[in-house]
């Protein structure tokens, strides 16, 4: 709990292993999470590779921590396995298509946060690329992805060589909702974001970036609308490419 | 790491409340998940009120751990909380997409898993109901979802009734690619599936099902292509109702 409690992401790494059987331990422990059906709709691709690492590092737009985590992994929708396990039992599978893109998903994110909860616990940082779905089409290539897998999202492992402060949070009322969606006014968006807007960090994050507001730099800066749109794009051809999407 | 690696689904709960403190320090817990920028897009629904539990109650197919857990709980993407935010602060939001659904959802179960693994921490017995992505319109209008949110899981919250066993998973061999996707021969699928076959449970499951193989229950009986399909057009029109799709 306390671990689950004090977490940052840990973005610089100790050059040290993981060992195959710690990895192995925290990877077992992760397929315990829950999954639809118990069809276990997902595939882990370990990079520990120094040239294959090089090779997936523009998918993530040259972040460091792809070469200088000991251990990356590509959690991956993975339809295929159930598929080809149907087609050897005489049975015709039918999951190639938008219902088993996102079980899928739901599958490989539950496992892959099981996975992080517990490296977390046994000392390890991990961080998230988010840039998995900006560049779907890379990350199939550089690790050969086939039809009906698709890479949801990356996680770098290390022994943490940083101890940064913890990031800030909205408060629980912004998120949780009493039985129903309250929808927000314009006070409860100034209230709820007082405490994150008052911050020094963002203050300065706002002058270097030269903008008035803290949201202009996600929406001017960090997040276009038109980067968003043609990420939109790209994601939906890939989809398609790998078989989720006739 | 116990209650990790010992977990397994509870569909059966005492009838016994599970106190707002002990909730709200777990989803206090959970906001602590990465986050794609610090964004936080999600929102949760907590479920409390019997009636509200009776409308949700056909989305899930009449499951009884709906009407019969304490807590339910509905994790939704949402960029609307976000997006209102710039729309205050003379920024121009492009959040409206798949990019941003499939970010969503990323943020979204994150902070779901983790929320589970530590009630189960604590105690508590979780299940997932993966019928979220197959009537997400009866949820979005029985919780009041508005535009630019949607529900991607739900997950009831009680004190265990039962001690079910541990239910099987593949051997990590058939989940684990190193360096990159290695793809299944005939005879992988066997070795790999050999173990979840021999289960007297699934040869009672074949047999009760009056199929010759336990994909064919799948595929003939639980999820079906045909349903698969309807069920991809349906998640399709909602996501453009609730703004993510033009």
């Given at each position: 709990m306390n671990s689950m409690k004090n977490r940052r992401s840990i973005r610089q790494y100790q050059p040290k292993e993981i060992s195959p059987e710690l990895l192995n331990e925290l990877l077992e422990t992760a397929c315990r999470a829950s999954t639809v059906g118990n069809m276990q709709t997902y595939s882990v691709v370990v990079t520990r590779d120094a040239e294959r690492k090089r090779r997936l590092s523009p998918a993530h737009f040259g972040q460091p921590m792809v070469e200088e985590a000991p251990v990356v992994l590509t959690f991956c929708i993975d339809v295929r396995r159930f598929s080809q396990w149907c087609e050897c039992r005489q049975a015709e599978p039918g999951y190639d298509n938008l219902e088993w893109f996102v079980t899928g998903a739901v599958d490989a994110l539950l496992m892959a946060q099981t996975f992080c909860v517990a490296a977390e616990e046994k000392g390890l940082g991990i961080c998230y690329l988010g840039t998995t779905t900006y560049n779907p089409d890379l990350i199939a290539e550089a690790l050969e992805l086939p039809r009906l897998v698709f890479p949801i999202t990356t996680v770098t492992v290390g022994w943490p060589a940083e101890e940064p402060e913890q990031t800030d949070r909205l408060p629980l009322a912004a998120i949780v909702h009493a039985e129903v969606y309250h929808d927000y006014s314009p006070m409860d968006i100034d209230r709820l974001n007082a405490y994150k807007e008052s911050l020094p960090a963002n203050l300065q994050f706002i002058k270097e970036n030269g903008k008035q507001t803290l949201a202009q730099v996600f929406?001017?800066?960090?997040?276009t609308k038109e980067a968003n749109e043609t990420m939109s794009k790209k994601l939906w051809e890939v989809m398609k490419r790998q078989g989720f999407i006739r």
């Amino acid at each position: 709990m306390n671990s689950m409690k004090n977490r940052r992401s840990i973005r610089q790494y100790q050059p040290k292993e993981i060992s195959p059987e710690l990895l192995n331990e925290l990877l077992e422990t992760a397929c315990r999470a829950s999954t639809v059906g118990n069809m276990q709709t997902y595939s882990v691709v370990v990079t520990r590779d120094a040239e294959r690492k090089r090779r997936l590092s523009p998918a993530h737009f040259g972040q460091p921590m792809v070469e200088e985590a000991p251990v990356v992994l590509t959690f991956c929708i993975d339809v295929r396995r159930f598929s080809q396990w149907c087609e050897c039992r005489q049975a015709e599978p039918g999951y190639d298509n938008l219902e088993w893109f996102v079980t899928g998903a739901v599958d490989a994110l539950l496992m892959a946060q099981t996975f992080c909860v517990a490296a977390e616990e046994k000392g390890l940082g991990i961080c998230y690329l988010g840039t998995t779905t900006y560049n779907p089409d890379l990350i199939a290539e550089a690790l050969e992805l086939p039809r009906l897998v698709f890479p949801i999202t990356t996680v770098t492992v290390g022994w943490p060589a940083e101890e940064p402060e913890q990031t800030d949070r909205l408060p629980l009322a912004a998120i949780v909702h009493a039985e129903v969606y309250h929808d927000y006014s314009p006070m409860d968006i100034d209230r709820l974001n007082a405490y994150k807007e008052s911050l020094p960090a963002n203050l300065q994050f706002i002058k270097e970036n030269g903008k008035q507001t803290l949201a202009q730099v996600f929406t001017d800066v960090r997040y276009t609308k038109e980067a968003n749109e043609t990420m939109s794009k790209k994601l939906w051809e890939v989809m398609k490419r790998q078989g989720f999407i006739r």
